[in-house]
């Protein structure tokens, strides 16, 4: 039992890694970034006026309220994930990483499926288990991303539509 499930977490862990790849490579969710055509201004913009690595939100949210009121009904308002330094746009350190996580993924869900293995009994069973507990996973993430920080609905719904394939 212990290298079947082994195997099993191997396998998916490189099933989820080359799908996730396959995914994100496509065209269709890049035609969901949209462009400014002034790519270099905005990056010596930010470069001027952003010190440090990190998440930024427009208006900040440290600003008096009436102050952060008017810029919002002002805007634009805008969340900003932000890395000063410049890296390789495939690098290997994403990768590893990546991989890592896609285990640990794996790992959870193989540790749901144990909890709840006496009333999964066909394989169709445990496809709409781990179906369904990424759709409540997916449903939850990415739509308070829209609902809260103003991500684009289409780009929620591709999402919504990775996480749960890859946990089917």
């Known amino acids: 039992m212990g290298g079947k499930l082994i195997l099993g977490i191997v396998l998916a862990t490189?099933?989820?890694f080359v799908?996730?790849?396959a995914f994100w490579l496509n065209p269709l969710p890049n035609r969901l970034f949209k462009e400014t055509g002034a790519d270099e201004a905005i990056q010596d913009?930010?470069?001027?006026?952003?010190?440090?690595n990190g998440l930024y939100m427009l208006p900040s949210s440290h600003l008096e309220k009436?102050?952060?009121?008017?810029?919002?009904?002002?805007?634009p308002i805008a969340m900003i994930f932000y890395h000063r330094e410049g890296m390789a746009e495939m690098n290997m350190t994403s990768m590893f990483f990546s991989l890592i996580h896609n285990l640990f993924s794996i790992v959870l869900l193989a540790l749901l499926m144990f909890m709840v293995r006496g009333s999964l009994l066909t394989y169709g069973s445990r496809i709409m288990f781990a179906g369904l507990?990424?759709?409540g996973?997916?449903?939850?993430?990415?739509?308070?991303?829209?609902?809260?920080?103003?991500?684009?609905?289409?780009?929620?719904?591709?999402?919504?539509l990775y996480d749960v394939t890859i946990w089917i």
């Open 137 to 160: 996973m997916a449903f939850f993430s990415n739509l308070t991303n829209s609902i809260w920080f103003f991500y684009p609905w289409g780009y929620a719904l591709t999402g919504l």
């Open 45 to 52: 913009l930010m470069r001027e006026n952003m010190p440090e």
């Open 133 to 135: 507990a990424g759709l």
């Open 14 to 16: 490189l099933a989820i």
């Open 66 to 75: 009436a102050e952060m009121h008017r810029l919002y009904s002002k805007g």
């Open 19 to 21: 799908w996730g790849a």
